[in-house]
């Protein structure tokens, strides 16, 4: 099956990562490495420094993918990479070295958009069905995104502001967590024993884009008064109310959205889905309106090659190749 195997690379933010796919759901090899520990002092990813890392460590990284996989460069039957959106800068560097390697191995080029890539990580491990709904929620991104069919997506709501991942990192760092903030939110809300209530933005009353810059505002109105009273604050009741915040519009939209397409399963990705509170809510949601749902685990949540392989079979079965003119989009629509 060797004309099936496709070398797929991502290097949209700070991840630096190569994967070897082979049918677009098996994963022979997927190499990641993370900049978070450059990135942490900074309490945030600095654009500059993600591309330059990304040159640093993208040859060692793909080499290994192959090496990895059981198979060499010869065996590949397609080159996929991120083609946008991401961090413009960084998305180069994961393009120029994929169109050197379709060059040099005379095979085709796959531009893949990066929420397909998370969209499509579910079939590494599950069988999706169609029409099928996918909660999308990471550091830069939070849609819900219909799929009519295999290979279509339509956006049928988005943030208005901040992504959930963003909201979480912000609300972390003003309660001077580590970077990225969402895990320690997420630990956080589980250890509280208390909440402290905060607003839910709900938009329109049939709108399914989201808003989460208020909720935000209003955590740092909490922080700011108690620091001012000199009053002690109860800092996991916080997380809690904020998380609950979250998840309550999260999943009533994900549900009635479902609801309203007819879907049959219902997708949850990016890195925000290894929120504990959100799976959990969304689970036990979807079994009372007996719907599927599906969440891949959480090192295929999280941006990696693997998802890029996996998206980037669609157009390789279909014959969809890019041109080595093909450009890093850091604002490509899906
Ligand atoms: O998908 P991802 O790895 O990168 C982007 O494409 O953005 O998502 C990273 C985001 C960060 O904002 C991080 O704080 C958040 O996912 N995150 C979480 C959790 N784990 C990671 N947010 C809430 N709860 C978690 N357990
Ligand atoms: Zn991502």
Same mark, same amino acid.
Request: overall charge negative.
């Given at each position: 099956?060797?004309?099936?195997? @496709?070398? !797929?690379? *991502?290097?949209?933010? =700070?991840?630096?990562?190569?994967?070897?796919?082979?049918?677009?759901?098996?994963?022979?090899?997927?190499?990641?490495?993370? $900049? @978070?520990?450059?990135?942490?002092?900074?309490?945030?990813?600095?654009?500059?420094?993600?591309?330059?890392?990304?040159?640093?460590?993208?040859?060692?990284?793909?080499?290994?993918?192959?090496?990895?996989?059981?198979?060499?460069?010869?065996?590949?039957?397609?080159?996929?990479?991120? #083609?946008?959106?991401?961090?413009?800068?960084?998305?180069?560097?994961?393009?120029?070295?994929?169109?050197?390697?379709?060059?040099?191995?005379?095979?085709?080029?796959?531009?893949?958009?990066?929420?397909?890539?998370?969209?499509?990580?579910? &079939?590494?491990?599950?069988? /999706?069905? +169609?029409?099928?709904?996918?909660?999308?929620?990471?550091?830069?991104?939070?849609?819900?995104?219909?799929?009519?069919? *295999?290979?279509?997506? $339509?956006?049928?709501? &988005?943030?208005? =502001?901040?992504?959930?991942? #963003?909201?979480?990192?912000?609300?972390?760092?003003?309660?001077?967590?580590?970077?990225?903030?969402?895990?320690?939110?997420?630990?956080?809300?589980?250890?509280?024993?208390?909440?402290? *209530?905060?607003? &839910?933005?709900?938009? *329109?009353?049939?709108?399914?884009?989201?808003? +989460?810059?208020?909720?935000?505002?209003?955590? %740092?109105?909490? @922080?700011?008064?108690?620091? /001012?009273?000199?009053?002690? %604050? =109860?800092?996991?009741?916080? !997380?809690?109310?904020? $998380?609950?915040?979250?998840?309550?519009?999260?999943?009533?939209?994900?549900? &009635?959205?479902?609801?309203?397409?007819?879907?049959?399963? %219902?997708?949850?990705?990016?890195?925000?889905?290894?929120?504990?509170?959100?799976?959990?809510?969304?689970?036990?949601?979807?079994?009372?309106?007996?719907?599927? %749902?599906?969440?891949?685990?959480?090192?295929?949540?999280?941006?990696?090659? !693997?998802? @890029?392989?996996?998206?980037?079979?669609?157009?390789?079965?279909?014959?969809?190749?890019?041109?080595?003119? /093909?450009?890093?989009?850091?604002?490509?629509?899906?």
């Amino acid at each position: 099956m060797s004309e099936e195997l @496709i070398l !797929a690379i *991502e290097t949209s933010c =700070d991840e630096t990562s190569a994967a070897v796919v082979r049918s677009g759901k098996e994963i022979c090899s997927n190499i990641v490495s993370s $900049q @978070i520990d450059v990135h942490e002092r900074f309490g945030g990813v600095v654009p500059e420094i993600a591309s330059r890392k990304h040159v640093e460590t993208i040859t060692r990284i793909i080499e290994a993918a192959i090496a990895q996989s059981g198979y060499t460069a010869n065996d590949l039957s397609a080159i996929a990479v991120t #083609e946008g959106p991401g961090l413009v800068g960084a998305l180069l560097v994961g393009n120029v070295a994929a169109k050197g390697l379709a060059l040099a191995l005379n095979i085709p080029l796959i531009a893949t958009h990066h929420i397909a890539g998370h969209i499509y990580a579910s &079939r590494l491990e599950h069988e /999706m069905r +169609f029409p099928a709904l996918a909660l999308v929620v990471s550091g830069g991104h939070t849609e819900l995104v219909l799929l009519p069919k *295999e290979g279509v997506f $339509q956006i049928i709501g &988005r943030t208005r =502001d901040d992504a959930v991942g #963003e909201a979480y990192d912000k609300v972390a760092r003003a309660l001077k967590l580590p970077y990225p903030g969402g895990p320690h939110i997420d630990r956080l809300a589980h250890e509280a024993a208390a909440e402290i *209530e905060l607003p &839910r933005a709900w938009l *329109e009353q049939d709108s399914y884009d989201f808003s +989460f810059s208020g909720l935000k505002s209003a955590v %740092l109105a909490v @922080i700011n008064q108690h620091r /001012m009273k000199g009053l002690e %604050l =109860d800092e996991a009741a916080l !997380a809690k109310g904020f $998380q609950q915040s979250v998840i309550d519009v999260l999943v009533t939209k994900a549900l &009635r959205a479902a609801k309203q397409y007819g879907v049959e399963q %219902l997708i949850l990705c990016g890195g925000v889905a290894a929120n504990r509170g959100l799976r959990q809510a969304l689970a036990l949601a979807c079994e009372k309106d007996k719907l599927q %749902l599906i969440v891949p685990s959480p090192k295929l949540c999280t941006d990696n090659a !693997a998802m @890029i392989g996996a998206a980037a079979y669609i157009k390789f079965k279909h014959g969809q190749f890019a041109g080595l003119d /093909m450009k890093a989009d850091p604002g490509l629509s899906l």
